[in-house]
């Protein structure tokens, strides 16, 4: 038995406006721009895996159990070029760490790694 993993499913209020968001950050594509509860985006379009926003009536309301994080080539770089597409700091109790905690436009936390090492 084989598994090949096909995306992550991130709960969304707006699903259109917050993949278009993420698809910005990361610069990745629409793959699915037809129907208006889901969205979903990918590195490319026949690439995996991808991230499907998908509508849900209730607002966040806790810390996420589940998060994305990203290794940039500059940090500083990528956190203010994230902060500036209007991600925000996010405090979860982390205390001082190498790596950034930020939220994407609902509240979802993401973390932003030290430099990738050549």
């Known amino acids: 038995m084989a598994l090949e993993w096909e995306q992550v499913n991130v709960d969304a209020d707006d699903p259109v406006a917050l993949g278009r ?48 994080d990203f290794r940039p080539e500059d940090q500083a770089a990528e956190v203010a070029r994230l902060l500036a597409l209007g991600a925000r700091h996010a405090d979860v109790g982390q205390g001082e760490q190498a790596w950034v905690v930020l939220v994407d436009p609902e509240g979802n936390e993401f973390c932003v790694l030290g430099d990738r090492r050549p």
């Open 21 to 68: 968001w993420w698809a910005e950050a990361l610069g990745w594509v629409a793959v699915d721009e037809d129907v208006d509860d889901e969205y979903e985006i990918r590195p490319a379009a026949d690439r995996l895996p991808g991230l499907l926003f998908a509508r849900v009536p209730e607002k966040k309301s806790v810390k996420n159990r589940l998060h994305l």
